[in-house]
T-cell receptor, first 112, second 116 residues
Framework: SQQGEEDPQALSIQEGENATMNCSYKTSINNLQWYRQNSGRGLVHLILIRSNEREKHSGRLRVTLDTSKKSSSLLITASRAADTASYFCATEVSGGYNKLIFGAGTRLAVHP | ETGVTQTPRHLVMGMTNKKSLKCEQHLGHNAMYWYKQSAKKPLELMFVYNFKEQTENNSVPSRFSPECPNSSHLFLHLHTLQPEDSALYLC???????????????FGPGTRLTVT
């Protein structure tokens, strides 16, 4: 069964609004990563948060991690049309070095 | 440009053909990966190589055969594929996480494979 599951599956917002995507996972992890993918292209790493961290920021991105609830969220503030893409969380399971398990992703559409 | 290149970008092959996908990274990484991305399915890890040694084979059918001659190059040899193997095949690289945990992965643009 899938380790990471994103919610919602699809999100449609207007430019300037904030976008929040959630990820839940099942087993203990070493770290959790968020990636972005433009249609039919390779994935681009956005941010990595380790299991002993609770929050990280990078530009307009804010990631939180709650290991007790086995969940993470990605917040994109002041969204832009260029943020339109699919966003994936990926977890490195404890004891599974270099092995990332990806979720199904959230498709974000930002309308001008 | 992520520093990871893949060729070809598009490939159409019949079920009896033999072809190879190539991946090259210019980042000095020592871990490389093959992933399969099918429509409406999560990204599936296929193989992991650390320091040229295969450390993960995620129950991939033998019609997919990986090869890692050095830390910069990774191949995926394909033979007698099935139509359901049509997908986007992505290569990625990273610093080896054997001691410190998984690092961020850098992905190539992918090869769009269609099996007819």
């Amino acid at each position: 069964s899938q380790q990471g599951e994103e919610d919602p599956q699809a999100l449609s917002i207007q430019e300037g609004e904030n976008a929040t995507m959630n990820c839940s996972y099942k087993t203990s992890i070493n770290n959790l990563q968020w990636y972005r993918q433009n249609s039919g292209r390779g994935l681009v790493h956005l941010i990595l948060i380790r299991s002993n961290e609770r929050e990280k920021h990078s530009g307009r991105l804010r990631v939180t991690l709650d290991t007790s609830k086995k969940s993470s969220s990605l917040l994109i503030t002041a969204s832009r049309a260029a943020d339109t893409a699919s966003y994936f969380c990926a977890t490195e399971v404890s004891g599974g070095y270099n092995k990332l398990i990806f979720g199904a992703g959230t498709r974000l559409a930002v309308h001008p | 440009e992520t520093g990871v290149t893949q060729t070809p970008r598009h490939l159409v092959m019949g079920m009896t053909n033999k072809k190879s996908l190539k991946c090259e990274q210019h980042l000095g990484h020592n871990a490389m990966y093959w992933y399969k991305q099918s429509a409406k399915k999560p990204l599936e890890l296929m193989f992991v190589y650390n320091f040229k040694e295969q450390t993960e084979n995620n129950s991939v059918p033998s019609r997919f055969s990986p090869e890692c001659p050095n830390s910069s190059h990774l191949f995926l040899h394909l033979h007698t594929l099935q139509p359901e193997d049509s997908a986007l095949y992505l290569c990625a690289s990273s610093h080896s996480g054997i001691l410190a945990g998984a690092d961020e992965q850098y992905f190539g643009p992918g090869t769009r494979l269609t099996v007819t």
